[in-house]
Nanobody, 124 residues
Framework: VQLQAFGGGLVQAGGFLRLSCAAS????????MGWFRQAPGKEREFVAA????????YYADSVKGRFTISRDNAKNTVYLQVNRLKPEDTAVYYC??????????????????WGKGTQVTVSS
Protein backbone atom coordinates (compact mmCIF):
# COMPACT_ATOMS: atom_id res chain seq x y z
CA VAL A 1 0.00 0.00 0.00
CA GLN A 2 1.31 3.43 -0.94
CA LEU A 3 -0.15 6.49 0.72
CA GLN A 4 -0.13 10.10 -0.42
CA ALA A 5 -1.52 12.89 1.72
CA PHE A 6 -2.55 16.22 0.30
CA GLY A 7 -4.83 19.17 1.03
CA GLY A 8 -2.65 21.09 3.45
CA GLY A 9 -2.03 24.80 3.21
CA LEU A 10 -1.85 28.13 4.98
CA VAL A 11 -4.99 29.16 6.81
CA GLN A 12 -5.92 31.72 9.43
CA ALA A 13 -6.86 30.70 12.93
CA GLY A 14 -10.48 29.60 13.03
CA GLY A 15 -10.35 28.39 9.46
CA PHE A 16 -10.65 24.90 8.06
CA LEU A 17 -9.08 22.47 5.64
CA ARG A 18 -9.88 19.03 4.31
CA LEU A 19 -6.94 16.69 4.17
CA SER A 20 -7.08 13.63 1.96
CA CYS A 21 -4.94 10.54 1.81
CA ALA A 22 -5.12 8.47 -1.33
CA ALA A 23 -4.01 4.85 -1.12
CA SER A 24 -2.95 2.45 -3.80
CA UNK A 25 -3.48 -1.25 -3.45
CA UNK A 26 -6.48 -3.48 -3.35
CA UNK A 27 -6.33 -4.16 0.37
CA UNK A 28 -6.97 -0.59 1.54
CA UNK A 29 -10.36 -1.48 2.98
CA UNK A 30 -8.82 -4.01 5.37
CA UNK A 31 -6.59 -1.48 7.15
CA UNK A 32 -7.15 0.74 10.12
CA MET A 33 -6.32 4.22 8.87
CA GLY A 34 -5.05 7.14 10.88
CA TRP A 35 -3.57 10.59 10.89
CA PHE A 36 -0.54 11.77 12.82
CA ARG A 37 1.20 15.12 12.89
CA GLN A 38 4.62 16.48 13.69
CA ALA A 39 5.24 20.07 14.65
CA PRO A 40 8.69 21.66 14.39
CA GLY A 41 10.92 20.48 17.21
CA LYS A 42 8.34 18.03 18.51
CA GLU A 43 7.75 14.32 18.25
CA ARG A 44 5.15 12.94 15.92
CA GLU A 45 1.81 12.57 17.67
CA PHE A 46 -1.41 10.71 17.04
CA VAL A 47 -4.37 12.73 15.77
CA ALA A 48 -7.19 10.40 14.72
CA ALA A 49 -7.92 6.90 13.50
CA UNK A 50 -10.78 5.00 11.94
CA UNK A 51 -11.43 1.29 11.67
CA UNK A 52 -11.59 -0.60 8.40
CA UNK A 53 -15.41 -0.43 8.38
CA UNK A 54 -15.52 3.30 8.97
CA UNK A 55 -16.99 2.96 12.42
CA UNK A 56 -15.69 3.91 15.87
CA UNK A 57 -13.32 6.78 15.06
CA TYR A 58 -10.92 7.81 17.80
CA TYR A 59 -9.39 11.23 18.37
CA ALA A 60 -6.66 12.79 20.40
CA ASP A 61 -8.08 15.03 23.11
CA SER A 62 -6.45 18.08 21.53
CA VAL A 63 -8.54 17.77 18.36
CA LYS A 64 -11.74 16.18 19.62
CA GLY A 65 -14.77 18.17 18.52
CA ARG A 66 -12.81 20.03 15.84
CA PHE A 67 -11.46 17.29 13.57
CA THR A 68 -13.40 14.53 11.84
CA ILE A 69 -11.87 11.45 10.22
CA SER A 70 -13.75 9.51 7.57
CA ARG A 71 -13.00 7.08 4.80
CA ASP A 72 -14.37 6.00 1.44
CA ASN A 73 -13.22 2.48 0.72
CA ALA A 74 -14.58 2.63 -2.81
CA LYS A 75 -12.20 5.52 -3.50
CA ASN A 76 -9.32 4.17 -1.41
CA THR A 77 -9.24 7.46 0.42
CA VAL A 78 -9.27 8.61 4.02
CA TYR A 79 -10.11 12.17 4.95
CA LEU A 80 -9.46 14.49 7.84
CA GLN A 81 -11.74 17.49 8.10
CA VAL A 82 -9.96 20.02 10.29
CA ASN A 83 -12.11 22.85 11.62
CA ARG A 84 -11.59 25.76 13.98
CA LEU A 85 -7.86 25.55 13.42
CA LYS A 86 -5.47 26.93 15.99
CA PRO A 87 -1.85 28.02 15.58
CA GLU A 88 -0.83 25.00 17.64
CA ASP A 89 -2.28 22.76 14.94
CA THR A 90 0.58 23.83 12.68
CA ALA A 91 2.43 20.68 11.68
CA VAL A 92 3.14 18.23 8.92
CA TYR A 93 0.24 15.82 8.80
CA TYR A 94 0.85 12.18 7.87
CA CYS A 95 -1.57 9.42 7.10
CA UNK A 96 -0.85 5.88 8.18
CA UNK A 97 -2.19 2.38 7.67
CA UNK A 98 -2.16 -0.48 10.12
CA UNK A 99 -3.40 -4.04 10.04
CA UNK A 100 -3.90 -3.83 13.80
CA UNK A 101 -6.46 -2.04 15.94
CA UNK A 102 -7.06 1.63 16.65
CA UNK A 103 -5.86 1.01 20.19
CA UNK A 104 -2.49 -0.09 18.85
CA UNK A 105 -2.26 2.63 16.22
CA UNK A 106 -2.98 5.48 18.62
CA UNK A 107 0.13 4.48 20.56
CA UNK A 108 2.14 4.81 17.36
CA UNK A 109 2.75 1.09 17.17
CA UNK A 110 2.02 -1.42 14.46
CA UNK A 111 2.10 1.06 11.58
CA UNK A 112 2.53 -0.84 8.34
CA UNK A 113 2.65 2.11 5.98
CA TRP A 114 3.30 5.84 6.27
CA GLY A 115 2.38 8.39 3.68
CA LYS A 116 4.32 11.47 2.75
CA GLY A 117 3.09 14.39 4.78
CA THR A 118 1.21 17.52 3.94
CA GLN A 119 2.00 20.81 5.65
CA VAL A 120 -0.70 22.65 7.59
CA THR A 121 0.21 26.14 8.75
CA VAL A 122 -2.20 28.15 10.89
CA SER A 123 -1.53 31.85 11.30
CA SER A 124 -2.76 33.78 14.31
Amino acid sequence: VQLQAFGGGLVQAGGFLRLSCAASGRTFSSYTMGWFRQAPGKEREFVAAISWSGGTPYYADSVKGRFTISRDNAKNTVYLQVNRLKPEDTAVYYCAASSLSIATMRDGDGIDYWGKGTQVTVSS
